[in-house]
């Protein structure tokens, strides 16, 4: 940055070419996804976009999320104005359309009955860390298109996948071209959360009435965005070197390992467990019907673990409770073996 | 990042403590402003927050902006449906309040007779680089705090500001803290275009209604921003290191000896020009009354020079024509003698 040859000023706000043109190659055209760079919008972090895609559309749009869900979903619409008022009683907001996600329907949503708009899907899911078979992605894509609303795709946490069948990307269905945004991130797949990397992929056939999604997703990153950092970008890059790879291979086969430890570990000790096979997450029922709020504080103070309670992520995680793979692996034993002891 | 001992995960949303603290303290305190670190949000560049900040305010709310004006203050409030539709004829938004800053009254803009909510001033401005004097920056305050409108002060160019009188900071002037929000950048500062730093100025004492606005903020910010790159902000926190700063007042020197020399040459050779005393911009008043735009092809043609036409920066600014200091000694000569030579 301090010598003239090498400085690199005001970036393209829709990122680098040399990003983009191998996200294109690897992540999506060399996997049977027809995306190309022209599609493909690097940001500083799945959260912002998450919380910025929203702007694209009006504001008496209807807005459908799983519940439980992550909260920036939820939050950005609120702020804009989106979600009518919060209901104390249900734990809901009046104007979005909820669907709720739990063992009873194997954590997969069912579509709503009324009109929406806009549908935030999250594969493999945070909290439940369950994934999405290829088929049901498949059915949520026809019906989106039917019905001429938009997914909002999270794929944060697809580097996580390890089972056959389940889609990396939304764009694997038929038709998802016409209906479908995906959100990726750095920070899940390769450790970027104090690097701030990700990416939007917004397809130049998506339109809503006339209008291209692409084009104005354009012109709102070039009016209210100025690109991410070059060196962060070129890290980027270096994920999809030879070297990255192996490192990045390695990292998720630790926390997985974790996550099968924790998984296998809490359901021979009688706990009832989901998600952890292709997501770093392990979703539990708390025992003995516990609210999530009790089971934290529980094991917190007779066991000296944190996990997430899952009623924060909606009325619908009440009961549950999220426990991560995130850890060490040495941390991973500990805290198992604490729980197994209680 | 590599390594797990020096390993930045995800960053406060509002920045790190390290660089709050010495902005808070070199920037204001040591300037006699009364600013904490828990009133500066560190964000990733000041175009973010000059579109963002907008969110704050409702929908109804109505904007005044400087006509020319920076293009984000407006667009921001187009694409959030707060500004009317265009007219054509007046180049000028329908619900958006302009205040023409001409050399009729020299540059400064009047206040709006219309009530208002929200006051966009940018000072050194961009693009006529022109600065305020203390005291009308003070009125301004004044005007804001008796009718209650909210300042947007972006202070993005007060790095160039050479001039005793002129104020660095609007918390220089009394209440500045129950009516202005201001926002810093160091792209401008410290060549930080590529690296994408900045931050906000929201004091607790700023409140809309009841409402604090430092508290919204943080909340907007934690709900849609994860932080700026630690990597990123430790370099802002370099810039305030002896050697920083030296890099700092050396280059800065080398853009207004470029500022200082286009003036005066485009002053000496016949032409109207403005700014370039606190500023990098030199603002020129087209001869013969020349459009903005057959300015800009009268120069590109004949003298193989590229500025930016004042039109594009709204109806005020046609007739001007923006010139930068940002370059070299070298490429500011060859064309100031082109023109010369014209």
């Not at 490192?247 to 009832?272: C, H, P, S, W």
Request: charged share 20%; glycine share 10%; net charge negative.
């Amino acid at each position: 940055m301090g010598h003239a040859e090498t400085f690199h000023g005001y970036a393209p706000e829709q990122g680098y070419d040399f990003l983009r043109n191998i996200i294109a190659k690897e992540d999506f055209q060399e996997k049977g996804c027809d995306i190309s760079a022209d599609e493909i919008f690097i940001s500083d972090g799945a959260k912002c976009d998450c919380g910025n895609i929203q702007e694209l559309f009006s504001l008496d749009s209807v807005i459908a999320v799983c519940d439980p869900v992550y909260p920036v979903y939820v939050d950005s619409n609120v702020m804009a104005g989106r979600s009518g008022l919060y209901n104390g009683e249900t734990g809901r907001f009046d104007k979005i359309v909820y669907m709720p996600c739990t063992a009873d329907n194997g954590f997969l949503p069912e579509f709503p009955k009324e009109h929406v708009d806009l549908i935030y899907l999250c594969f493999p899911n945070n909290p439940t860390g369950e994934a999405i078979k290829k088929a049901d992605l498949q059915a949520w894509v026809d019906f989106a298109n039917k019905n001429g609303a938009v997914i909002i795709y999270d794929a944060a946490y697809e580097a996580y996948i390890t089972e056959a069948g389940i889609p990396h990307s939304i764009y694997e269905c038929e038709g998802a071209k016409t209906c479908a945004i995906e959100l990726r991130s750095f920070s899940k797949k390769a450790g970027f959360t104090g690097m701030r990397l990700g990416f939007a992929v917004i397809p130049k056939d998506l339109k809503s009435g006339d209008v291209s999604l692409n084009a104005m997703w354009m012109r709102r990153q070039g009016s209210k965005y100025n690109g991410t950092p070059y060196i962060i970008q070129r890290a980027g890059e270096a994920v999809y070197s030879p070297e990255g790879k192996a490192q990045v291979a390695e990292q998720i086969a630790r926390y997985m390992k974790n996550a099968k430890t924790i998984y296998t570990g809490l359901k021979d000790a009688g706990f009832t467990v989901y998600g952890g096979v292709n997501s770093p997450y392990i979703w539990l029922k708390t025992p003995n019907d516990m609210k999530s709020w009790d089971f934290f504080d529980f094991l917190l103070n007779n066991a000296g673990i944190v996990g997430t309670p899952g009623a924060g992520f909606g009325p619908s995680g009440e009961g549950y409770f999220r426990i991560t793979a995130f850890g060490t692996y040495e941390n991973s034993l500990k805290a198992l073996d604490r729980i197994k002891n209680l």
